[in-house]
């Protein structure tokens, strides 16, 4: 059974930062590629960032970009998603997601129909 469970958010003051992690378990993770999304209160999901099953390819919104980094750990079995310079605009609700397929290329990332699981999410609030 796939689980995904994050972790690490909170509140943080705008130009704060805040490192939200994943735990992977009940499939194999190093052949998948993973993603973060996010859901403002009122708003549909939207895509943040993806890094490839080998983790040598990375992707990220045009509203993150140069702010946040994601990364993973394969042994660890772990996607880690570091959240600098936050404003009260990255205020939302976290999700990590799992691709479908396995050892698929980092092109489709952006579409939310790319991924078969999301885990429960982690808050983070960014306010002053």
């Known amino acids: 059974q796939v689980q995904l469970v994050e972790s690490g958010g909170g509140l943080a003051q705008p130009g704060g930062s805040l490192r939200l992690s994943c735990a992977a378990s009940g499939f194999s993770f190093s052949a998948y590629t993973m993603s973060w999304a996010r859901q403002a209160p009122g708003k549909g999901l939207e895509w943040v960032s993806g890094?490839?099953?080998?983790?040598?390819?990375?992707t990220y919104a045009d509203s993150v970009k140069g702010r946040f980094t994601i990364s993973r750990d394969n042994a660890k079995k772990t996607v880690i998603l570091q959240l600098n310079s936050l404003t009260p605009e990255d205020t939302a609700l976290y999700y990590c997601?799992?691709?479908?397929?396995?050892?698929?290329?980092?092109?489709?990332?952006?579409?939310?129909?790319?991924?078969?699981?999301w885990g429960q999410g982690t808050q983070v609030t960014v306010s002053s």
């Open positions: 890094i490839r099953y080998d983790g040598r390819y990375t």
């Open positions: 997601g799992k691709a479908r397929s396995s050892y698929t290329s980092i092109a489709s990332t952006q579409d939310l129909n790319f991924y078969d699981n």
